[in-house]
């Protein structure tokens, strides 16, 4: 039997109760103090629109206000866990078209500027590309294809106008890749001083140094927040700054930076601390530039898929305890994505690997392939250890069907602007969902034009079907068309998912206040609830 979707929320639920996420015991809250994390390697820029990492969003987010967001103090994001942020209220109209928030008046931007109704609609003017600046970089426009026009009612009212009805629209809202822009500021300067309305100011950022903010003492928020500022100092040997958080050097890691392997090391080294290990609903995946000849051929393609061995992946980087699947992540964590016994029926995860790599051989033979004339390919990958480690058995793994690739290894700063370009073969890439709902999947990593459709995929029947379940209200039926559309993305090898990253964020004991959410590691980073017991 199917399972509902009202079982799979339910089972997700009662996962996170079991973690002690979604309660905890009150604490009296103190002020004051500065929390220093360690990060991977230089933020490309503090502009959130224009970036597609967490390497931004997870220091800059506290810079920042959504209109509405998802509750921080709740490990999973759903429809039921948006909150109000710089909207107070909101309502849509009978046809589900016009979405109409109502603004908090009294807010200031870190300049001393009012935040009106117009800075809302500025803000969406650049990322539907209709406005007269631009953004340099602008993956997420994609999420907006179905917005019509943004229209402010006075100073504070805003209407959202659709082309058509998407209940998932108010999610899109609420992560954190969707904070309001002053519009004051042009983008340019966004990306090197970014000014919010958020409980922290931008300091200064230093190239392979360090990231700091202040505190906001005029936040509209009162009381919040407890800290004084928080600091991100850049290392970017993975071994190096484990080590000086368990030294004690830093109260937190890095989002989600603690590998399965590596986490067995933390504890057994400072068992004091506190660590949450859990998926992070970032998929690790094979591109492949279509548009890149002999990988315009889909026979290649199809051979490249049915040579990845994804169990040895799972054991290797994960100690069994990554996750396969499709482009979404599965139950418990996740709602959207194949089950087990769907996804067992997809084309191309079939556990015979010596079969499936047969296969592939001999596709790779009739296209003139073999033994004494090999392949050769740069395997091009972000110079980061999460990147590195897969993107080598990879390689490896493409030697069985005669595939010779060499590591091209891309610093933070230029590799989504590469891969936007089709600047590159093959590569091996992680792809994060801001949002745990299909309508951010689809439209950012497999619509026709958007600029995270890394590989040029493209079909007008997938794009049909992509908006016959936007327009679905959740539910079992939007679920079985949801896993249907997933089942087609991977055996077309739109982008081929190899796994879903299971890893860990820890933390010293006297960090309070912080919730680590389950099925997106975008959206917890506002640290206006964080307090240091000390």
Known sequence: MKPTFSTLVAGATLVLLGTGLAAGVAEAQKQGGVLKFYHRGTPPSGSIH???????VSPYMGVFNNLVMYDQ???TNSADTIVPDLATEWSWNDAGTELTFKLREGVTFHDGKPFTAKDVVCTWNLVLGTAKARLRKNPRKSWYKNLESVSANGDHEVTFTLKRRQPAFLSLLAGGYSPVYPCHVPPKKMRTHPIGTGPFKFVELKQNEHVKFTRNENYW?????????HEWTIIKSRSTRVLA???????????????VPLLKDVKEQAPHVVCHKGPTNVSTNLIVNQDSPPFDNADI????????????????????ETIKSGSLLPPPSGVWGMPPDVLNKVAGYNPDVAANREEARKIMEGLGYGPDNRLQVKVATRNIAIYRDPAVILIDHLKEIYVDGELETVETSNWHAKVARKDYQVGLNLTGIGVDDPDAMFYENYACGSQR????????EMMDLFEKQSMMDNGPERLELVWEIDKRLQEDAARPIIFNNVA?????PDVKGFT?????????WRLEDVWLDR
């Open 50 to 56: 224009e970036e597609a990492t967490n390497s931004t």
């Open 73 to 75: 103090s709740v490990a």
């Open 221 to 229: 928020k009162e009381g919040r927040p407890y800290l004084d500022g």
């Open 245 to 259: 958080f368990v030294a004690g050097k830093f109260d937190m890691t890095f989002n989600s930076d603690v590998t």
């Open 301 to 320: 393609r199809k051979a490249m898929v049915l040579t990845i061995d994804r169990d040895a992946f799972i054991q290797i980087l994960g100690h069994g």
């Open 453 to 460: 459709n890394y590989t040029g995929y493209c079909k007008q």
């Open 504 to 508: 860990a964020t820890c933390w010293q």
């Open 516 to 524: 680590m959410m389950t099925n997106s590691v975008y959206n917890g």
